[in-house]
């Protein structure tokens, strides 16, 4: 039996990225996963994929009453839910802070980090409501960022939203502790999906890759495996934390 057999999965911003490589790795452990994704048609193709029974969520998770609906859609199709990756997430062109509008701080805000409250409060509830195995009920990892452990010059709506997303992480671990809940999050250093390739001008990359140890972006393989060991049991005692992957780049 492979260490994730049995166990029910979701992941946001799966239909790309860091969230699909985690879904791959589930699903080939043997887990039941659901792709949750703002673009149905990448979530779908990500399912199809997988095969099996993973399922395709089309999903905003800026907007609450769709996150409940999500986590509703996956215990309606599966049972359960023991693993929740809250990994949805945004960038933006960099710029100086006096020059950002607050229409795009609130934008930011909205979905890098209130989503992160959105889903962690539904799928908390969910979690409260099932029966403990081995004396547990259900683990979160929610996909911060260096940026939440360092400034981001040029991001400061995704520096606050990434700094944000570490400090829910510590309440969840602290308030549903004694109930059977883990809450972790992973803090990717520069990795290579098409959030970076697509937005990240050449010459801020080229800087930032120079203050890596290794030279190279991360892979997104690189940052589910250990997104996913921190979701797992194997991780039982880990709680309320913040695990740098980025091969030692915000290390000083
Ligand atoms: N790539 C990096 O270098 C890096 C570094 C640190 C942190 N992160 C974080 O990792 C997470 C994943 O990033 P990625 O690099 O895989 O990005 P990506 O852009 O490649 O994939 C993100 C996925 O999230 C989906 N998404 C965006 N907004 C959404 C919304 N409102 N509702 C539901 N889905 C939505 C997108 O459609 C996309 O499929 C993000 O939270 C990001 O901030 C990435």
Redesign the pocket.
């Known amino acids: 039996m492979t260490v994730h057999e049995g166990k029910v999965a979701l992941v946001?911003?799966?239909?790309?990225?860091?969230?699909?490589s985690i879904a791959e790795r589930l699903s080939q452990a043997g887990a039941q996963v659901a792709i949750?994704?703002?673009?149905q048609s990448?979530a779908q193709a990500v399912a199809d994929r997988l095969g099996g029974d993973a399922l395709a969520l089309a999903?905003?998770?800026?907007d609450e009453d769709a996150v409940a609906a999500m986590v509703a859609s996956v215990v309606e199709r599966f049972g359960r839910l023991d693993y929740a990756f809250n990994?949805?997430?945004?960038?933006d062109t960099p710029k100086r802070l006096v020059d950002f509008e607050a229409e795009s701080w609130h934008h930011m805000i909205e979905?890098?980090m209130t989503?992160v409250f959105y889903c962690m409060k539904h799928e908390i509830r969910q979690f409260l409501t099932q029966e403990t195995r081995d004396e547990r009920r259900g683990a979160i990892v929610n996909?911060?960022?260096?940026?939440g452990i360092i400034a981001a010059p040029g991001q400061p709506h995704?520096t606050a939203a990434?700094h944000g997303v570490l400090g829910l992480t510590k309440v969840g671990a602290q308030e549903y502790g004694a109930e059977g809940v883990r809450v972790n999050a992973i803090?990717?250093?520069?990795?290579?999906?098409?959030?970076?390739t697509s937005s990240l001008p050449k010459e801020i990359l080229d800087q930032v890759l120079k203050t890596m140890p290794e030279g190279r972006?991360?892979r997104?393989d690189d940052v589910a495996a250990a997104a996913i060991w921190l979701c797992s049991d194997e991780a039982r005692w880990v709680n309320g934390q913040s695990l740098i992957v980025d091969g030692g780049g915000v290390v000083r």
């Open positions: 946001t911003g799966g239909g790309r990225g860091i969230g699909e949750a994704d703002l673009s990448r999903v905003n998770v800026a990994n949805a997430g945004i960038s979905v890098n989503s996909t911060s960022s260096g940026a995704y990434k803090c990717p250093g520069v990795t290579d999906t098409p959030m970076v972006m991360g997104p």
